[in-house]
């Protein structure tokens, strides 16, 4: 595709359950990044992934949230027993490489913990 | 550890008018790019403007332009003849060689007709 694409869009679940949210990079792009946005906040570093391999995991916030980046394709962010602190946009970025490359985002999945 | 500071939680500008967006931001590092995003309601992130630090010069985007001050860590974003489509979150960002964009918290812009 043209863009980064994530899904779905909004996601409501109920709280200790669990969730996978998806992302799929442009094409071409090795690194991609995963972002938190909480309500009126800015973005919050999750995880960066240089081709299959996760080089900084630093930003995940718990054992809860891990991902992972099959291909150096899709990546998916998994986030068990859900918390309603988990509640968030999350915002997914790929670029040509790192090394300062700009990152282009999607449009982020909405979640809603009940 | 590098921070990025945005004053102005909220701006508001007259259509075809300048407004200046503030952020400042500390670092160690000598080599690294700041980035201006936009933010409208649709949620995605779309790179306004690109500054690298090592460069002198200003960057420059048609209507959007920066100060950049590298001895002052500053790296305001101008926006001159202001449109309705302007109104939108602006986040300054910041990177380094850990390759992960460190964000300040937004300044939300207004654009009265």
């Known amino acids: 595709g043209a863009g980064v694409s994530q899904s779905p869009s909004n996601k409501v679940t109920e709280k200790g359950k669990d969730v996978e949210l998806r992302c799929d990079p442009i094409?071409?792009?090795?690194?991609l990044y995963w972002y938190r946005q909480s309500l009126g906040q800015g973005l919050e570093f999750l995880i960066y992934?240089?081709?299959?391999?996760?080089?900084?995991k630093s930003g995940l916030p718990s054992d809860r949230f891990s991902a992972e980046r099959t291909g150096g394709s899709v990546s998916t962010l998994t986030i068990q027993r859900t918390q309603q602190e988990d509640s968030a946009v999350y915002l997914c970025?790929?670029?040509?490489?790192?090394?300062?490359?700009?990152?282009?985002f999607g449009d982020g999945t909405r979640l809603s913990i009940l | 550890a590098q921070t990025v500071t945005q004053s102005q939680p909220e701006m508001s500008v007259q259509e075809a008018e300048t407004v200046t967006l503030s952020c400042t931001y500390d670092t160690s590092e000598s080599d690294y790019y700041l980035f201006w995003y936009k933010q409208p309601p649709s949620r995605q992130m779309i790179l306004v403007i690109r500054q690298e630090a090592y460069k002198q010069q200003n960057a420059t985007e048609n209507r959007f332009s920066v100060n950049f001050q590298k001895a002052a860590k500053s790296f305001s974003l101008k926006i001159s003849d202001s449109q309705l489509g302007d109104a939108a979150m602006y986040f300054c960002a910041y990177i380094s060689n850990t390759d992960k964009l460190i964000f300040g918290t937004g300044t939300r812009l207004q654009v009265f007709p």
């Open positions: 992934f240089q081709g299959n391999s996760a080089p900084d």
């Open positions: 970025a790929s670029s040509l490489s790192s090394s300062n490359q700009p990152q282009h």
């Open positions: 094409s071409g792009h090795t690194a």
